[in-house]
């Protein structure tokens, strides 16, 4: 451990004594080191296995003197590793603009004055100044603090804030680096820096994580390598074809390699990331970026999300909700510090001078506090403790005045006695106003505010005041007990005071996630809430957002199970408190023992081991630490939970979209596998040139099945559960789809072929070229959706796909009659009856899908419900 125990002098370090420390210690930074460098990014997007199939496919071609298809088959590789590069790099330099944004400064005294330091240049044994609102920039050890509270949330969870005084052992007199000072002032020698700090601990625990690989990467990795055997296979299968047919054996050798590099889909790597690419541009508009281009893809497959509770469910404000005076309950309208709300008593606004007992227990919400609220254009803000922050925002909304002078005396808050008084002016009065744990600040009052006034405090009494106390306390309210009396001088024991009332006091759960998490539920995802703060709380939080939690697991309990255990425990609806980042390590794990795919929320250094072992680690971009942003794979810009649903929603988007390019661009080759088998096996000539089959793979297929990618989301895409995580993109119904497709296509270019060779090679060829490239366009629209009809869609509801087919009917008509492209594709002119013949077998393939869709929405389960989950190819 990084420590200095070196005694001090009061000026502190010198200037000379502290750069000599910054060489031996090093720079007090957790996380930076671990940009990745641009030349690492880059020849990361030719590490898939289908890219290195078409570099192979490239070198093939090469080597069989077919230059052209190499240099394609090269620009889409690099393009394809270009494009992939952009977004990444894009997303790492926005993510090292906003470390740049988060560094802090540092007030510390050196040289014997204080002064103001890049917070990454402090060393152990410096000391230095905490102030309100000031970030530990280090962690070290308490020498003088004054009514010192910390927020811990981003290392704990737990968004109570702490109280600190030096000479306390343990984490009492200690103050951790990120944390958050909410009140009061101190100074700290620093103990450890960088790596060596609390913080920094766990960023190595995050480092211990290895590399993961997402779902759609190994999904591609794997049709990949069904793609590579199956067009090893069919090639193979056309020279033997040829060979048995009496073909010249060297001629059918090349002729089988040739079509086995042409029947790898060339443009899939380069749909894939342009869809992806899309998606995340679309994506950072809505506020979430991409730190990978598949992990929004890997999110919209998603079956789990494990979510951090305070920052990431709730706003991290406390606000007071309740205000309970001798049976009456009075509710605070609003959450934050926005006073903008309102007192209700049975559903009517009550202010500070309309009820003289509510005036009585805002006073003592405003008087005894240090906090104070200030508006920054159209936000407010507070300063101070977050308890005193709503009790003072509660008390705004009742119109309440603020002192006019500061306190006379104070008895401040202490960890042993938990509660503070302050004695203030009232007008012409004197008066002693307390707040504190209801427990300890019933031990100094002797009367209540009964419902007639002014009672004495008997045992009953303090036995309901109990009962109500415990009912907050189970809802997840935070209880604060307010009392004031009238005293005669300014320095006077906390004796015989009145019991005003209670208040209960929550951080609340932000507007927009309980939707969000409704219809993450709706779409099959299940949301479990893992939090360091306490059960009652984590249950209320739950209740309040719908979320289904019949049980609430401790850290503790959680290390007393065993992984079976614990994995019953998962099987039921359930969240976990108390928990540390060992243990959200854990429940990932197990989770993806069982095969789901697991996203994980935070925002804190403790949350970041898990969300780099998650399949989708989620930051948030504001209160999120450097370490937990560089965990993540999608960082939410606005930390806001809802806008998960909405990545959610185009990460399924994508992956359907990919399912309808494969299929589509599969369907298309398999017709012109079918017809070239089929016309060898009959001993005539090549129905398609190598130019030619470049030229609908590339050209035509190409840009087509790009626009198909672009498919705009259907409305019940939600509705459906999410696919199993070994589901692949190619299933057994896609087999079946695609050979039927194949069959017909393959079988009417072929007619054409024979229909037309009377009128000499060149015209049959044509013939049979150009119908291939009509039916793969006219086929486009069946694959649109698999269930639903393109009436149901709306025919122009994607207008880029419209577009494309009219370019490519027309790139297909200067292929047919412009000299240039004759030449190249060595075509000849096609007249009327050709065109007819071609219009003829094309419409088979709009109107028999089209008719067995409406039939299937008409009389079979209607659009919205979830479609069967198809046999999944292995």
Known sequence: MQTDTTPIEANGLTSAEAAKRLQIHGRNIVGEARTTPAWKIFLRQFTGLLVLLLIGAALVALALGEWIDSIAIGMVVILNGVLGFVQEWRAETALAALREMLVGHARVIRDGHPMEIDSRDIVPGDLVLLDAGDQVPADARLVSALELRTDESVLTGESISVSKKPGDGGDAGAVMMGTLVVSGRGEALVSATGPATEFGKIAQLTGSVGEKETNLSRQ??????????????????????????????????????????????????????????????????????????????????????????????????????????????????????????????????????????????????????????????????????????????????????????????????TSERKRMSMVRWQEDRLVQLAKGAPEHLLEVCSHW?????????????????????????????????????????????????????????????????????????????????????????????????????????????????????????????????????????????????????????????????????????????????????????????????????????????QFANIRRFVRYLLSSNAGEVIAILANLALGGPLIYLPTQILWMNLVTDGVTALALGLEPGTPDQMAEPPRPAKQGIMDWTAVGLILVFGAYTGSSSLYLFYAFMAEGDAVARTAAFTGMVMFEKVSVFAFRSFTQPCWRLGWFSNPKLIVALVLMVCAQLAAVYWPPLQTLLRTAPLGWEHWQMIGLLCLPLILVPEVIKTLRWLFGPRNGEPEAADATLT
């Open 220 to 413: 591609l990795g794997r049709l990949g390598g069904q793609l590579g055997i199956a067009s090893l296979g069919l090639g193979a299968a056309i020279a033997l074809t040829g060979i048995l047919a009496g073909r010249d054996v060297i001629e059918m050798v090349m002729t089988g390699l040739s079509m086995a590099v042409a029947i790898v889909p060339e443009g899939l790597p380069a749909v894939v990331t342009i869809s992806l690419a899309l998606g995340a541009a679309a994506m950072v508009r809505q506020k979430a970026l991409a730190r990978r281009l598949q992990a929004m893809e890997t999110l919209g497959s998603a079956s789990v999300i494990c979510t951090d509770k305070t920052g990431t469910l709730t706003e991290n404000m406390m606000t007071g909700e309740v205000l309970w005076i001798a049976g009456r309950r009075y509710e605070a309208v609003g959450t934050g510090y926005d006073p903008a709300g309102r007192i209700l008593l049975e559903g009517r606004p009550h202010r500070y001078g309309d009820d003289p007992d509510l005036a009585d227990a805002l006073d003592v919400m405003v008087g005894c506090s240090h906090a104070s609220l200030y508006r920054e254009g159209s936000t407010w803000h507070m300063v101070g403790d977050p308890t005193e922050g709503a009790l003072v925002t509660f008390a705004y909304k009742g119109w309440t005045p603020m002192p006019a002078a500061a306190p006379l005396e104070e008895i401040p808050f």
């Open 449 to 653: 505010r009964g419902p007639k006034g002014t009672a004495p405090l008997t045992d009953a009494v303090r036995a309901e005041i109990h009962a109500v106390y415990e009912q907050m306390a189970d809802k997840g309210l935070r209880v604060i007990a307010l009392a004031r009396r009238e005293v005669s001088e300014a320095a006077v024991p906390e004796a015989d005071l009145e019991f005003i009332g209670l208040v209960g006091m929550i951080d609340p759960p932000r507007p927009e996630v309980k939707r969000a998490i409704r219809a993450c539920r709706s779409a099959g995802i299940r949301v479990i809430m893992i939090t360091g703060d306490g059960a009652r709380t984590a249950r209320a939080i739950a209740d309040a957002l719908g979320l289904p939690a019949e049980r609430a697991i401790t850290g503790a309990d959680l290390e007393q199970m065993d992984d079976a255990a614990l994995r019953d425990v998962l099987d039921g609806p359930v969240l976990f408190a108390r928990t540390a980042p060992e243990h959200k390590m854990r429940l990932v794990e197990l989770l993806q023992g069982d095969g789901l795919i697991v996203a994980m929320t935070g925002d804190g250094v403790n949350d970041a081991p898990a969300l780099k072992r998650a399949d989708v680690g989620v930051a948030m971009g504001i209160r999120g630490t450097d370490v937990s942003k560089d965990a993540a794979d999608l960082v939410l810009l606005d930390d806001n939970f809802a806008t998960l649903e909405r990545a959610i929603r185009e990460g399924r988007r």
